[in-house]
Every structure is written in C-alpha cells, then in structure tokens.
C-alpha cells in the first residue's frame, strides 16, 4: 500500500512539474510562493533568494548571469504589494518537500511554514542603547561615524591585518573585518574581529548567506557574544566565480539573516528551531543596500524589508555617482526610513591602479562616464583617490539622513584611509 501511494504522489509531482514547468519554470521546490511573487517563481534565482534581489543587481540585470533581466525586477515592476508599503518577508524553503507535489503539500498544510509569510516583529524604538555596541551608542548620541574595513587572513598569522588595524583604529569609530572575499578560503570574520576587540577596537564582524546556514549563522552570532563582537554586517554575498564553482548555501537571505538575529535579540529563542536561550546574542545588525539598483523604488523597498527584519544600520554599496545618491537619500528621508536605520555611505579610497582595474568586476558597481575620465587620465592615482574620498567625505556632511561614511580602501597601504580624514570637520 505504501508503495503503491508513493508512486501515485511521485505521478502527481512529476505531473505537476511538466505542467507548471512549462508556465513558470517551475523549479520544484514543493511550497509554491507563486501567488506572493506576481506568478514569477522566486526560485528561478541562481542564489534561490526568495525575498528580493541581491546588492549584485545592475541595470536590471542578473549578478550571476548578467546576459538575463534578473527575476526580482520582474516580480517587483508586477507586484503592487512589493510597491507600496512593507514588502512581506517569507521563509526560506524546507528542503523536506523539495521535488514533491506543491498541490499536495497545500492541501494537507505541509507547506504552510514556509508559504505563509512571518510575521514581522515589534521593536522597541528607544533612544537608549539596545545592545553593548559603542558603534550603536555614537550613533544614538547623533555623532556622525567614521568606518573602514580590514581583511582576515587566509593563513595562521594575524600580525599584518593587526598592524593594519593598529595603524586606523584611533581615528575610526568601528572596523568591518571582511572574509571569504569571492568565495576563497579565510579565517572566519568573526574570530579576526575577537583579535580587534583585544586590541580595544570596536569591531563589525560580517556573515554572509553564501557562506552560512541557518546553524552555522547563529553559532557565529553565540562566537561574537563570547568574543565581545557586539556588531554583524548581514550580507548576501557575492556569487563564486571561481573553476570549478563550489556550491553555495543561500540557506537564507539578507532580511531572514537579520530576522534570526533580531529574533534572538528580542526574544532570546532561536526561530527556526524554537530553542530558548538563557543568555542570548545580543548585536547591533546591520546590512548592505546598492542605492543604484534601478528602478529606485526597489533598493527603498528593500531598506523597508530590512528595517522591519530587524537592521538596524546600513552600509551601502561604493558610491561613484553622487547624483543618483542624492536622489535616492531624498527618497530615504521622504519614508522616513532615516528614523529606523543608521544610514553610512560606503565611499572608495581608489589608490591602486589594479584596483580600479577590477571595479567593473564588482558585482553592482557601475563607473559614470566623469569619474572614470577622472582617474584614466590621473598620474597619481593614489593621490587622486584620495582627493575623490575626501571630497566624498564632505559632502556626504551635508546629505540629510546619513549617520556616517564607510571608507572602502580599494589598494594595500590603509595609511591612506589617515590622508583622507585628515584636517577634514567630522560632526561629533
């Protein structure tokens, strides 16, 4: 009997994808969203994200296969829920029901978890500090707040990102420490950063949903707690790119990412797994935005979803074209979406030749006509990079809505990121 019903489900699944294959590209995951994505199925995503599109997005099109319109843009120019208001957040997939009968799984409710989509949570709005971050505490008092990077290393030794470090962390307010840069092998973000925090740098550790699952995500924010990390970017992350491709995880996105965070913080249990915790991560979450993912209504969609995730600040990607920042903070601060997240403005510090070679390369990176005229024709493009970032610097000063400036260094000497800061008027 059992045998005979499993084929019969087996008929009905096959069935169903042939047929919804042929209307959707179906990819069987058995929890169908279609209904909360305009009839686009979400799925058909290279990174399977299921709740909008990666910072990786440029022109309209796919970050993975850039010759394709990425699916998100479509489900959002169709959907008028994903236009006006929050857009919903729905639940990763239960990998259990892949390659069953959506049908089935509807009917007898099995795919209710994952299709109906989470309730969004209530937040205390205090003024007060909600977490031990110093980061979080200048941003509450209204300073505007200086932020940089270093990279973990990919072997053993940390004395050169220490010294690194050592050189910027009096002049900064947090360091972001960055790890498995495309996909490649490193010590993980959230031990380098326990190295900073013992040198008494306010560290932002960075966690990224290639990289991670569900588990391995929340044993990371149980590391920081313990290590004193009171920071995490959430970070979709860059699709590998290397040969062979490894595979990639995407267990969650970006928002879900903030979601379990968020959760844990204000209701010390683990989502996913209902796990109670006597002493639960508590870290101030923050993410990425790209302003210049077009349409602008997408990217002001997106800090939405993410804002009632649980984000509570914003870096965003590098600025080249300060025009189309302008207009979208104009947009930010019509919403009123400054009230809820800390925005800071990621700015470049262009002063390696390579560097600027591979900006193209960057996923969600597109270099207006005038700044690339500006560095082609430069002699000096250290200097010239450093002249760009500290006029970036003052002028993001006077945007209304941004808490503070990200500086990117795209080259190896971090005593530049000193020359750009020096002399200039921070707000304090």
Same mark, same amino acid.
Request: charged share 20%.
């Given at each position: 009997?059992?045998?005979?019903? &499993? %084929?019969?489900?087996?008929?009905?699944?096959?069935?169903?994808?042939?047929?919804? *294959?042929?209307?959707f590209d179906c990819r069987t995951c058995g929890q169908c969203v279609l209904t909360n994505t305009a009839m686009v199925c979400p799925m058909r995503c290279p990174k399977g994200l299921r709740n909008g599109p990666c910072g990786g997005t440029i022109g309209e099109k796919c970050e993975v296969y850039p010759d394709r319109k990425c699916?998100?843009?479509?489900? #959002?120019?169709?959907?008028?829920?994903?236009?006006?208001?929050?857009?919903?957040?729905i639940s990763s997939p239960d990998s259990n029901l892949y390659h069953t009968s959506s049908v089935i799984n509807y009917l007898n409710g099995e795919d209710k978890p994952t299709r109906i989509p989470l309730k969004y949570l209530t937040f205390n709005q205090s003024e007060e500090c909600q977490t031990l971050s110093k980061l979080e505490?200048?941003?509450?008092?209204?300073?505007?707040?200086?932020?940089?990077?270093?990279?973990?290393?990919? !072997?053993?030794?940390?004395?050169?990102?220490?010294?690194?470090?050592?050189?910027?962390?009096?002049?900064?307010? /947090?360091?972001?420490?960055?790890?498995?840069?495309? %996909?490649?092998?490193?010590?993980? &973000?959230?031990?380098?950063?326990?190295?900073?925090?013992?040198? *008494?740098?306010?560290?932002?550790?960075?966690?990224?949903?290639?990289?991670?699952?569900?588990?391995?995500?929340?044993?990371?924010?149980?590391?920081?707690?313990?290590?004193?990390?009171? +920071?995490?970017?959430?970070?979709? *992350?860059?699709?590998?790119?290397?040969?062979?491709?490894?595979?990639?995880?995407?267990?969650?996105?970006?928002?879900?990412?903030? #979601? !379990?965070?968020?959760?844990?913080? !204000?209701?010390?249990?683990?989502?996913?797994?209902? #796990?109670?915790?006597?002493?639960?991560?508590?870290?101030?979450?923050?993410?990425?935005?790209?302003?210049?993912?077009?349409?602008?209504?997408?990217?002001?969609?997106?800090?939405?979803?993410?804002?009632? /995730?649980?984000?509570?600040?914003?870096?965003?990607?590098?600025?080249? +074209?300060?025009?189309?920042?302008? +207009?979208?903070?104009?947009?930010?601060?019509?919403?009123?979406? +400054?009230?809820?997240?800390? @925005?800071?403005? *990621?700015?470049?510090?262009?002063?390696?030749?390579?560097?600027?070679?591979?900006?193209?390369? @960057?996923?969600?990176?597109?270099?207006?006509?005038?700044?690339?005229?500006?560095?082609?024709?430069?002699?000096?493009?250290?200097?010239?990079?450093?002249?760009?970032?500290?006029?970036?610097?003052?002028?993001?000063?006077?945007?209304? %809505?941004? &808490?503070?400036?990200?500086?990117?260094?795209?080259?190896?000497?971090? &005593?530049?990121?000193? !020359?750009?800061?020096? %002399?200039? #008027?921070?707000?304090?």
């Amino acid at each position: 009997m059992n045998i005979l019903k &499993s %084929g019969i489900l087996k008929s009905i699944a096959t069935s169903e994808a042939f047929v919804k *294959g042929m209307m959707f590209d179906c990819r069987t995951c058995g929890q169908c969203v279609l209904t909360n994505t305009a009839m686009v199925c979400p799925m058909r995503c290279p990174k399977g994200l299921r709740n909008g599109p990666c910072g990786g997005t440029i022109g309209e099109k796919c970050e993975v296969y850039p010759d394709r319109k990425c699916v998100w843009i479509r489900i #959002y120019k169709r959907s008028n829920q994903r236009k006006l208001g929050t857009p919903i957040l729905i639940s990763s997939p239960d990998s259990n029901l892949y390659h069953t009968s959506s049908v089935i799984n509807y009917l007898n409710g099995e795919d209710k978890p994952t299709r109906i989509p989470l309730k969004y949570l209530t937040f205390n709005q205090s003024e007060e500090c909600q977490t031990l971050s110093k980061l979080e505490c200048k941003l509450k008092q209204g300073q505007f707040v200086l932020t940089c990077e270093v990279r973990a290393p990919r !072997e053993g030794d940390f004395s050169h990102m220490l010294n690194e470090a050592r050189l910027v962390g009096k002049s900064f307010d /947090a360091i972001n420490v960055t790890a498995f840069l495309n %996909g490649k092998p490193s010590l993980p &973000s959230a031990l380098a950063a326990s190295k900073l925090v013992k040198e *008494g740098i306010e560290a932002i550790s960075q966690a990224t949903c290639r990289d991670h699952t569900k588990t391995s995500f929340v044993a990371e924010l149980l590391q920081n707690k313990m290590s004193g990390v009171h +920071n995490i970017l959430c970070l979709t *992350g860059d699709s590998y790119t290397g040969t062979p491709k490894i595979k990639q995880v995407f267990d969650m996105d970006s928002s879900l990412m903030l #979601y !379990e965070a968020r959760h844990i913080r !204000e209701k010390s249990e683990i989502n996913f797994t209902k #796990y109670i915790l006597k002493d639960p991560p508590r870290l101030f979450l923050g993410a990425a935005i790209n302003p210049f993912t077009t349409p602008l209504f997408i990217p002001i969609q997106r800090l939405k979803q993410k804002a009632a /995730a649980g984000a509570d600040f914003i870096q965003t990607q590098i600025i080249l +074209n300060l025009p189309v920042f302008r +207009n979208f903070m104009h947009r930010v601060v019509e919403e009123k979406l +400054n009230e809820k997240l800390f @925005i800071l403005a *990621g700015v470049p510090v262009i002063i390696s030749k390579n560097a600027y070679k591979m900006l193209p390369n @960057i996923p969600g990176v597109s270099i207006p006509p005038e700044i690339k005229k500006r560095f082609d024709n430069t002699q000096d493009i250290r200097q010239e990079g450093i002249g760009y970032a500290r006029e970036m610097l003052i002028e993001m000063q006077q945007i209304q %809505g941004v &808490s503070g400036v990200h500086l990117m260094l795209l080259g190896s000497d971090h &005593s530049a990121l000193l !020359e750009v800061i020096e %002399g200039i #008027y921070i707000k304090k």
